[in-house]
């Protein structure tokens, strides 16, 4: 079957670094897809990972790794305004996205 | 318009009325998506549109229906409303069906009593 797995929610502080893990199962692969949703408003695109690596954008980077199944959303120098729920998703082979529960992210002062 | 919207904001349904969930996008976007979200689960493909006249089911298809009559409006449909129903739907669109990026309009917070 197809699955994603990622934490339901985890804490950090102000200023620091958090990384986010997510595994996935899909059948076929063409890409990984990394969203934030703040509470009550719709989901926006934050990064799309379908190499092997690290992709830099601003403070928010993410990395993927086909043969482990593996991507990680690398927050660094926490705001506030970056709590949020961030929703990892596989594009299977029919190009449908798969989601992930989604992680809640709460960023303490 | 910029982007996609949804009409109703919100809304309270008796079980057993008809409702239409109404999405456009004004971005000349081919594909366009229905998707429900529940609390503790990933956001579920209802139904799916990869180019104007043309429809498909996605994972949870059951008790609804859509049309795609042109390129911007994809209406969605529940025939007759159950409570399980209850739920935020987003509708989204993205360039091509195998495109990265969907954009998504602001969701119909939807409760079936």
């Known amino acids: 079957g197809q699955n994603i797995d990622q934490p339901t929610e985890m804490t950090a502080t102000e200023g620091a670094i958090v990384q986010i893990n997510c595994t996935y199962q899909?059948?076929?692969?063409?890409?990984l897809f990394w969203y934030q949703q703040h509470a009550g408003e719709a989901p926006t695109f934050l990064s799309y990972n379908v190499l092997d690596g690290l992709e830099e954008k601003g403070r928010f980077s993410s990395f993927l790794s086909r043969s482990k199944g593996y991507s990680y959303l690398l927050l660094k120098e926490l705001q506030m305004k970056d709590s949020a729920s961030y929703l990892c998703?596989?594009?299977?082979?029919?190009?449908?996205?798969?989601w992930g529960a989604g992680t809640k992210l709460i960023i303490k002062p | 318009i910029a982007g996609i919207t949804q009409a109703p904001t919100s809304q309270i349904l008796a079980a057993g009325r008809r409702m239409t969930l109404r999405c456009t996008q004004d971005m000349r976007h081919n594909a366009m998506y229905w998707y429900r979200q529940d609390l503790g689960l990933g956001l579920r493909l209802i139904h799916y549109?990869?180019?104007?006249?043309?429809?498909g089911k996605g994972e949870v298809p059951d008790g609804y229906s859509v049309s795609r009559a042109n390129t911007d409006d994809f209406p969605l449909t529940l025939a007759s409303a159950v409570p399980s129903q209850t739920s935020v739907y987003f509708c989204?669109?993205?360039?091509?069906?195998?495109?990265?990026?969907?954009?998504f309009g602001p969701g119909t917070r939807l409760t079936v009593l």
């Open positions: 549109s990869n180019t104007a006249g043309t429809t």
């Open positions: 899909t059948s076929g692969f063409n890409g």
């Open positions: 998703a596989g594009m299977d082979s029919n190009y449908q996205l798969i």
């Open positions: 989204a669109s993205s360039v091509a069906q195998e495109y990265n990026e969907q954009f």
